[in-house]
T-cell receptor
Framework: NAGVTQTPKFRILKIGQSMTLQCTQD?????MYWYRQDPGMGLKLIYY???????DKGEVPNGYNVSRSTTEDFPLRLELAAPSQTSVYFC?????????????FGPGTRLTVL | KNEVEQSPQNLTAQEGEFITINCSYS?????LHWLQQHPGGGIVSLFM???GKKKHGRLIATINIQEKHSSLHITASHPRDSAVYIC????????????FGTGTSLTVIP
């Protein structure tokens, strides 16, 4: 199994550009999550999904959108990129929810908005 | 206000030492997670706890629900244990009530 894969690994965007961060898992996990990690700060949940077709907001959803059309994929869309979105983005998945299961993390995407 | 506080923020130890990292939280929780972030940035989940104690190899995690406190212990520390250790707590009954500490940076010197 490849586990959780994310693409791209690095990206530089100009202010106002848009992009999609890809996340795929091959473990047939129901739950998927997107986090961002800013320097010196804890990870923060952006969006999560409990299954195909079901998504919900986390702590910091503004400026982002998600979709979950299949069990495997959970892309994160950034519209109108802003410097405040410069961060490292991690995707994670788990079979059960956070109160019952550990999470598997992708390698991260380092995004810089200039 | 941080829902999750970790101590110490930074820790340097000699190889072979017994290490303790602490996590305190301010709300009633359903579960607590310990994660390890490698120097290259990758994150690995170590433990999920809702009560008691768990052990995996040289790592031991404990939780005291009444005192709202958890500890991560590393026995016989090794330079490969050098990483950032992150505590995260989950409360409530929806998936978005999941908060992370800022981490404890551990360096183990040979």
């Amino acid at each position: 199994n490849a586990g959780v894969t994310q693409t791209p690994k690095f990206r530089i965007l100009k202010i106002g550009q848009s992009m999609t961060l890809q996340c795929t898992q091959d473990m047939n996990h129901n739950y998927m999550y997107w986090y961002r990690q800013d320097p010196g700060m804890g990870l923060k949940l952006i969006y999560y999904s409990v299954g195909a077709g079901i998504t919900d907001k986390g702590e910091v959803p503004n400026g982002y959108n998600v979709s979950r059309s299949t069990t495997e994929d959970f892309p994160l869309r950034l519209e109108l990129a802003a410097p405040s979105q410069t961060s490292v983005y991690f995707c994670a998945s788990s079979y059960l929810g956070t109160d019952a299961d550990t999470q598997y993390f992708g390698p991260g995407t380092r995004l810089t908005v200039l | 206000k941080n829902e999750v506080e970790q101590s110490p923020q930074n820790l340097t130890a000699q190889e072979g030492e017994f290490i303790t990292i602490n996590c305190s939280y301010s709300v009633g929780i359903s579960a607590l997670h310990w994660l390890q972030q490698h120097p290259g940035g990758g994150i690995v989940s170590l433990f999920m706890l809702s009560s008691g104690k768990k052990k995996h190899g040289r790592l031991i995690a404990t939780i005291n629900i009444q005192e709202k406190h958890s500890s991560l212990h590393i026995t016989a520390s090794h330079p490969r244990d050098s990483a950032v250790y992150i505590c995260a707590v989950y409360w409530g009954n929806t998936g978005n009530q999941f908060y992370f500490g800022t981490g404890t940076s551990l360096t183990v010197i040979p």
